[in-house]
């Protein structure tokens, strides 16, 4: 048996328990085994919970994409790579073979290098799903430079802070995208954003929609003519395995985002290992993610962790709701996909729909289903289970993070039996812990408690970009010596977790993670607006949606409050992205406040979800009557 690839529940419990016993052995073994190194390792692992210090693999040498292609060229030449399914139906699909993958990575990364990147410059890339995203992120990682894409959904302000944060020396964009029946102008929402960024010397535009865009004289400069007249092999640059991969944006509960930084061998193997695992991939397979790169599920599972694996990863540009609510299922059929691995509410969103749609279609090449992002709730498992899976294929409910790099709790497909809504079981090498609001560890099952890992794992985030001291206190202080990961869980009498969702002011809107205090801030910024407090409420489809409590000005008092509405909507759209929009705003006098002044966003989270049947001790609120006019005035459907 290789240590690689977990058959069954027997050599599951095996693997943990010498991961656990040996962890430095168990990760030794899978990286000597399964990838290409310039040079091994001195040591495995260096740690220091405290102090929020991992080094995983000290001192190897190696290049990541000498692992995700150059190995392949000989034996999967030929071989799809990236399987582009483009926004269009009727537009051709692309298949990409590893050895074509291979010469369009090297012409990028020369055309990067001409432009004057090298090793650990910061490259920003916001792109639509096209295949010259992968390219730009994969030649990022052959000359050593660090990208960090910014979803292609995020406002120019959101883009601005995104780039000077990482001090970023190069956009890489398009002329616009297709999303479903619309364009997007990604190019002015650059233009817009670059007009607060002093560091980007150059921007490099591919083109998509064909529209008419101004390119800015020795800043901007069409791909396409670039790459024809680089040369097509570039030598990959030797990183050390502790150098830096990429950045990537996630909200943090206050104050800006935060850049995460992933390394690149620890990475590496756990991103490869999980991928192998949870997917149970095998060489014919076409494997379907259809998360945006823009994520760190897209990073990890569609390009890095397939392409190590040496699968076919597709890449899709659409939505799954154009030209109709059949699209997900159509793309099955026409590609035969093996894996398929979505987000709750996507599921839910189609599960709404009338059931032709997925009903029409073959789905019989499917072995594998999986979910990401957020809790699944039981309706929407059992809808994925008898109408996608047919009732025989295994879901795998992967709980991870940006911060984690890889999928930590999670199912082995056909090896460990699933239970819906729980993402069962740590993956070798995941030490989980429960721990109770005095920060002592839980021992025991059927335990509920705040969700840590104990113990470093290869792809862990390294630090925060320029705030190393943020990182620490964020994960690293409220239970000293462990991992805190923001989200509350249960353990079941067998030992299954359950993550139950956020317990810090991050809220999951349709799979996005969103902090309160940006929002809050963009909303301040409108004139009329005094001060502002953002809740979540369940949502059918989104999971969670926004509720915002904004009170107003004396100036904004006589306004019309529909436009008011429109126009608080409208500033977190300009300064974060639609995907920030509230659902429902309620104009209030005050907000519950504690005497030290805190806004008790647990009243107010109950109010929006209509559960005001124990709202708890009001007494010592500053103003307890404020509670009473917003429960009277609060916004139904
Ligand atoms: O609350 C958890 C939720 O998503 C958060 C991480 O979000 P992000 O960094 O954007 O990464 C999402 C993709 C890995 C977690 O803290 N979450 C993610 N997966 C699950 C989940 N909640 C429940 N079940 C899951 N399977």
Redesign the pocket.
């Known amino acids: 048996m290789s240590w690689y690839k977990i058959d069954s529940l027997e050599e599951y419990f095996k693997a943990y328990r010498e991961s656990v016993d040996q962890p430095e052995k168990f990760w030794e073994d899978i990286a000597e085994e399964n990838f290409v190194w310039r040079k091994k390792w001195d040591k495995v692992l260096e740690y220091d919970l405290h102090e929020a210090q991992v080094k995983w693999f000290l001192n190897a040498k190696l290049n990541i994409t000498e692992n995700c292609i150059d190995r392949h060229l000989a034996e999967r030449g030929e071989k799809t790579a990236i399987l582009w399914e483009p926004n269009d139906p009727n537009e051709a699909a692309k298949q990409i073979t590893y050895k074509e993958l291979y010469h369009q990575v090297n012409r990028f990364a020369n055309v990067l290098k001409s432009k004057g990147i090298g090793k650990g410059d910061r490259v920003c890339i916001y792109l639509p799903m096209i295949p010259e995203l992968a390219y730009a992120v994969l030649a990022c990682a052959r000359i050593g430079a660090i990208h960090s894409v910014v979803f292609a959904g995020f406002s120019a302000t959101a883009l601005a802070t995104r780039i000077n944060d990482s001090e970023c020396k190069m956009v890489i964009t398009s002329d616009g995208a297709f999303r479903g029946g619309k364009t997007i102008d990604l190019k002015g929402i650059v233009d817009e954003a670059l007009e607060q960024c002093s560091c980007v010397e150059n921007v490099l535009v591919a083109k998509r929609i064909n529209s008419d865009i101004e390119l800015k004289e020795n800043r901007d400069h069409w791909l396409q003519p670039l790459l024809d007249e680089a040369a097509d092999s570039c030598e990959a640059e030797t990183m050390d395995a502790e150098d830096p991969l990429f950045i990537l944006y996630?909200s943090g509960s206050t104050g800006k985002p935060k850049g995460m930084l992933h390394t690149t061998a620890g990475y590496m193997v756990y991103s490869s290992f999980t991928f192998k695992n949870i997917f149970q991939y095998q060489e014919e397979d076409i494997y379907w993610c259809t998360?945006d790169i823009g994520?760190?599920?897209g990073h990890s599972y569609i390009i890095y962790g397939p392409l190590a694996n040496g699968a076919t990863t597709v890449m899709f540009e659409g939505v799954p709701s154009y030209p109709d609510f059949g699209r997900f299922w159509e793309v099955v059929q026409k590609h035969k996909i093996h894996q398929f691995y979505t987000a709750?509410t996507a599921i839910r969103a189609l599960a709404k729909e009338n059931l032709d749609f997925v009903e029409n279609y073959d789905l019989s090449s499917l072995k594998v289903l999986g979910?990401?992002?957020?809790?699944?709730n039981e309706e929407a498992w059992h809808w994925y289970n008898d109408h996608v899976g047919k009732k025989k294929n295994p879901i795998v409910?992967?709980?991870?993070?940006?911060?984690?790099g890889g999928?930590m709790?999670?199912p082995i497909p056909y090896v460990t039996p699933t239970k819906p809504t729980y993402?069962t079981l740590p993956l070798p090498g995941i030490q989980p812990g429960l721990m109770d609001e005095t920060g002592k560890e839980i021992i025991g099952n059927q335990a509920e408690g705040r969700l840590c890992i104990k113990f470093p794992w290869p792809s862990m985030a390294r630090t925060i970009w320029g705030d190393h001291q943020r990182y620490k206190e964020t994960y690293f202080t409220a239970f000293p010596g462990n991992y805190f990961?923001?989200?509350g869980a249960l353990r079941d009498e067998v030992g299954y977790y359950r993550?139950t969702?956020?317990v810090d002011d991050?809220i999951?809107v349709s799979?996005?993670?969103l902090g309160t205090a940006p929002i809050e801030d963009a909303i301040n910024e409108h004139p009329a607006v005094a001060e502002s407090a953002i809740v979540g409420f369940p949502h059918d489809i989104k999971g969670n949606a926004l509720y915002g409590y904004v009170i107003l000005k004396e100036t904004g008092e006589g306004r019309d409050r529909d436009n008011l509405r429109k126009e608080i909507n409208q500033e977190i759209s300009d300064k974060i992205g639609p995907i920030a929009k509230l659902n429902k705003i309620q104009f209030v006098p005050g907000l519950p406040k504690t005497r030290s002044g805190k806004i008790m966003r647990r009243i107010l989270r109950k109010i929006a979800s209509g559960d005001t049947s124990n709202l708890g001790d009001t007494s010592t609120l500053l103003n307890p009557e404020v509670v009473e006019h917003i429960m009277t005035h609060v916004i139904k459907d």
Not at 371 to 376: A, L, M
Not at 397 to 404: H, L, V
């Open positions: 996630t998360a994520w760190i599920t709750p979910t990401v992002g957020e809790p699944i409910d992967t709980w991870w993070q940006t911060e984690t999928i709790i999670s993402a990961t923001g989200d993550i969702g956020r991050v999951i799979g996005h993670n």
